[in-house]
């Protein structure tokens, strides 16, 4: 066992605070990485909370959007060499033999995903998974990424859990050139969505609650905003979009977005709020709309993401903040104060 200097909630209404923790004896195929960064997502918050049915084990250590150097290779381990710039996402194992595993949708594997933190080892050890919010982690080589990028580390950290989380149901939607696609929610999983949709050449509309994002939604590439916080803002937008991806945190109902999308439009629900949201049967049978859920992405496909950014050079908009600053960064997520994803700088743990 290495023990590692992590950060972590010990309960729901107490603030993050510092602890130790143990990470595993090296594994045939495990990789032992230095953590350099990891992005703050608002499931981190809501695990944090113990908003998501009551499902989060103490202490939790937060962090599913890690970069960082590998220190140590297992033996068996054939995809990765020490001194090498790797990522770790939301999951660090599933049962690789179910259908799902086998097609590389990990993420939808029958018997559930092993999350990177918050989870119940498969190996039998009972151990409890830590996340990014640490020094190091020790995991499976085949639920690690490999990154090309050398300069802007930092804006890639958020590419595991929200450049993955967009990108997936996007590709999914088929987004192309000639689609109208409607971002709710400029957050950090919002504003990448914003990204890939413009680089798949779609028209890019972000609906927002907050007035001060309109000249950032520009800058991050839409053609269009809107502020939906005030009564019928949305009304003139009825029928008007092929593709809804909703990334809202808090909690809210589906029927006014689902009135956005004309013939065939799909509601990509990516946000995953505390309390169920409700969905009005006529909104949904008018223009034969759907609502299509999407989690994370598989770890091929997550590859792929990585390096269409890097060949691209998109990026999240960051800011790198030291371990200590984790309270007031959740408080201001909560707010809606970040442009657009905190990251941790874990040089200063
Ligand atoms: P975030 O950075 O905090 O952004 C959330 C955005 O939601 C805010 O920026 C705000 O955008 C909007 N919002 C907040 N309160 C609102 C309200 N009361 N009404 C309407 N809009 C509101 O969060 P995030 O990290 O992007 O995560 C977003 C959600 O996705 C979270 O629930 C998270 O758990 C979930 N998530 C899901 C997956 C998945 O696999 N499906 C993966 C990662 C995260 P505006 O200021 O523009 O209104
Ligand atoms: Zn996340
Ligand atoms: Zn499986």
Known sequence: MTTVKAYGAFDSKKPLAPLTIERRDLKEHDVHVEIMYCGVCHSDIHTVRNEW???????????????????????????????????????????????????????????????????????????????????????????????????????????????????????????????????VGLGGLGHMAVKFAVAFGAEVTVISTSASKQADAQKLGAHHFVLSSTPNALKPYDSKFDIVLDAISADHDYTGYLNLLGLNGKLLVVGLPEHQPKVHPFALIKNRRSIIGSMIGGIDETQEMLDFCHEKKIYSEVETIPMSYINEAYERMIKGDIKYRFVIDLSSL
């Open 53 to 183: 049915s009551g499902n989060t084990k103490y202490p939790v250590v937060p962090g599913h959007e890690i970069i960082g150097l590998v220190k140590a290779v297992g033996n068996g381990v054939t995809k990765f060499t020490v001194g090498q710039t790797v990522g770790v996402g939301v999951m660090v194992d599933s049962c690789r033999k179910c259908k799902s595993c086998i097609d590389r949708h990990e993420q939808y594997c029958a018997e559930g995903i092993i999350g990177t933190y918050n989870a119940i080892e498969r190996d039998g050890s009972g151990m409890i998974t830590y996340g990014g919010y640490s020094k190091e982690i020790i995991t499976d080589e085949n639920y690690v990424l490999n990154i090309k990028e050398t300069e802007n580390l930092v804006g890639v950290a958020p590419l595991l859990c929200a450049g993955i989380t967009t990108y997936s149901p996007l590709k999914f939607a088929q987004v192309k050139e000639g689609m109208k696609v409607a971002v």
